[in-house]
């Protein structure tokens, strides 16, 4: 089974920003599709951004819609997170998803196939 990693996270300021980044150690972006959930302490796992296999459409929560962006290299190189005006409320662990694209939008942790160990983003002044 492909692994994930991701990278970039941190301590920021509340208005900051932050690019996550994340690659494979696999093939686990050739074919899939690329997702970012977070999740904070006590509470359940939150979808945040989708790209296709091809880069070429995007889906998004809409609490983070304008704040943040999901964008890939291509179908098997890295995929970010660009986030901006970050506050309190976004603080969580950070995790990249792929899961083989057959055309559905997928925003449900359980229909993902690979992870990876996530990435602590915190924000606070």
């Known amino acids: 089974q492909a692994q994930l990693v991701e990278s970039g996270g941190g301590l920021v300021q509340p208005g900051g920003s932050l690019r996550l980044a994340c690659v494979d150690s696999g093939r686990a972006f050739s074919n899939n599709a690329i997702a970012w959930f977070r999740q904070a302490p006590g509470k359940e796992r939150e979808f945040l951004a989708r790209?296709?296999?091809?880069?070429?459409?995007?889906n998004y929560a809409r609490f983070v819609k304008g704040r943040f962006t999901i964008s890939r290299d291509n179908t098997e190189n890295p995929a970010y997170l660009q986030m901006h005006g970050l506050e309190p409320e976004d603080t969580a662990i950070y995790y990249c998803?792929?899961?083989?694209?057959?055309?559905?939008?997928?925003?449900?942790?359980?229909?993902?196939?690979?992870w990876g160990q996530g990435t602590q983003v915190t924000v606070s002044s």
């Open positions: 790209i296709d296999r091809n880069g070429g459409a995007t």
């Open positions: 998803a792929a899961t083989l694209d057959l055309g559905a939008v997928f925003t449900t942790p359980a229909r993902y196939k690979y």
